[in-house]
């Protein structure tokens, strides 16, 4: 089973970056896709970004050209940098990890999440 721990969060301007970072523990890093979710309270958690054990991307249309996700193998983390930052961008942030396993199936791995906030 992986650990996560994110940290980056914080209060920026509209159009200022951050860059949130997700590190792993515990599991083989690699055997596990990641990825960058965001939740406002009353709304549902959406998908802001995933890379797979093998590099590709996926991002969601409103981070698009904005937003890159990444990943270090060596140092068990995963990174998304967010650049041009919008109001509607203010959110906590939760880094996700997911991998197959035999029997059990389909794994999803949570952190405890990092609220962003960025003023208009």
């Known amino acids: 089973q992986v650990q996560l721990v994110e940290s980056g969060g914080g209060l920026v301007q509209a159009g200022g970056s951050l860059r949130l970072s997700c590190a792993a523990s515990?599991?083989?890093?690699?055997?596990?896709?990641m990825g960058w979710y965001r939740q406002d309270p009353g709304k549902q958690r959406e998908l802001v970004a995933t890379?797979?054990?093998?590099?590709?991307?996926n991002y969601a249309d409103s981070v698009k050209g904005r937003f890159t996700i990444s990943r270090d193998n060596a140092k068990n983390t995963v990174y998304l940098q967010m650049n041009s930052l919008k109001p509607e961008d203010t959110a906590v942030y939760y880094c996700?990890?997911?991998?197959?396993?035999?029997?059990?199936?389909?794994?999803?791995?949570w952190g405890q999440g990092t609220q962003v906030t960025v003023s208009s």
């Open positions: 515990g599991s083989i890093f690699s055997d596990y896709a």
């Open positions: 890379i797979t054990r093998g590099g590709s991307t």
């Open positions: 996700n990890a997911q991998v197959t396993l035999p029997v059990l199936g389909l794994q999803n791995y």
